[in-house]
């Protein structure tokens, strides 16, 4: 048998310690650099959701007054109206090619496709100078009934019939979520943790703006002015 | 008895391995604060180009902003803290149509700016 020698006690111990250390250490580092890249990326994805939420808005805005320029000429409809309960936005999904005239006290229409309508939406019926927006109470093929009743003529060649879709923007501040409705429908949650939400709408310079600010320790606040190019007065008659 | 430590080389060796672990995750980390911060004032910058750009299309063809020349102002972002300069040529061309040209710089490090080019026409009516 040779010189064999083991470890002793106090060596096995140190080198425990110390390798102790080191994978702390290690650890250490490891957690504080994890911990600066999620802030890093929590950052950013804060940020990249505030910005969405903006682009969205700016979105709905640019179809604000879409093809509206005579109901909201003569104040049917606003177009866009922005109080301190949120933002209305108002524009015109698509256009409905009529089949034939529109005599004064009908209720049904008729046109070349309805597949888009649905009980429940509005419709806005116009030609160069009048225009009327009615509900649609039933739809059976390629006709829909109206309410109210149309209350002029319009010929089909000079009138045109638009659905109309209504958006809303409001903040539920209790759960601090901006919640986006589109045609009555439930709120689809836009964008969560925010603290602050705003819109104004001035139609002097014709500019919407909006400011929102997250609940997040950095107290950033992300401010957008929009054109909403339809409802210039100039479209309007 | 046989007693021996690390040598001086082993030691410095292993030193050197540590220091080397932890400058590169200092490296990292350093290096994407920055990037962050960089991406953070172009998209600053290029928000700035933009806002301004909806408020200059909501102007009237004759405004005083949209006169020929230059025109500037200065703005404190909110959303990075830091101070911008936001600056617009306007050329007047023939046909009622105007050529802006927009850029947004930060003040601290303006070659992180951003430029827009737009074409106004009077015949659109807003």
């Known amino acids: ?237 | 008895m046989a007693r021996r430590g690390f040598t001086l080389i082993e030691t410095l060796v292993s030193l050197a391995m540590a220091a080397f672990l932890i400058s590169g995750t200092a490296g990292l980390m350093i290096r994407a604060a920055r990037l962050k911060i960089k991406s953070d004032i172009l998209t600053a910058s290029a928000g700035l180009v933009r806002d301004r750009l909806a408020r200059l299309r909501s102007l009237s063809f004759d405004d005083p902003d949209l006169e020929e020349g230059g025109h500037g102002e200065v703005i404190a972002d909110r959303a990075t803290g830091r101070v911008f300069r936001v600056s617009w040529q306007v050329e007047d061309g023939s046909g009622g149509r105007k050529a802006v040209r927009l850029r947004a710089e930060p003040e601290r490090s303006p070659e992180r700016a951003v430029e827009a080019r737009v074409l106004l026409d009077a015949s659109l009516g807003f």
Do not use: C, W
């Not at chain 1, 638009?162 to 601090?176: I, N, P």
């Open chain 1, 1 to 237: 048998m040779g010189n064999t020698k083991g470890f002793s006690l106090v060596e096995s111990l140190l080198s425990l310690a110390f390798s102790l250390i080191i994978i702390l250490a290690g650890l250490e580092l490891f957690g504080v650099s994890r911990d600066f890249f999620l802030r890093l990326r929590s950052g950013s994805e804060d940020r990249r959701a505030a910005l969405a939420a903006l682009d969205k808005l700016e979105s709905d805005i640019g179809r604000a007054g879409r093809f509206l320029a005579v109901p909201v000429g003569l104040g049917l409809l606003d177009g866009l109206d922005a109080g301190e309960g949120g933002l209305k936005i108002e524009g015109a999904e698509e256009e409905l090619a009529l089949l034939r005239d529109i005599e004064p006290g009908q209720r049904r229409i008729e046109v070349v496709d309805a597949s888009g309508i649905k009980i429940g939406r509005e419709v806005v019926l116009g030609d160069g100078t009048g225009a009327q927006v009615f509900r649609v109470d039933a739809v059976e093929d390629d006709t829909f009934s109206i309410d109210p009743a149309a209350g002029a003529f319009y010929a089909r060649e000079t009138s045109r019939l638009f659905l109309l879709t209504r958006v809303e923007y409001a903040l539920d501040a209790a759960a601090g979520i901006i919640r986006r409705k589109e045609n009555g429908g439930g709120g689809q949650p836009l964008l969560e943790s925010v603290r602050l939400f705003e819109a104004s709408y001035d139609e002097g310079p014709n500019t919407a703006f909006a400011r929102l600010a997250l609940r997040t320790k950095e107290k950033k606040i992300y401010e957008r002015h929009m054109f909403p190019k339809n409802m210039s007065r100039a479209f309007r008659k």
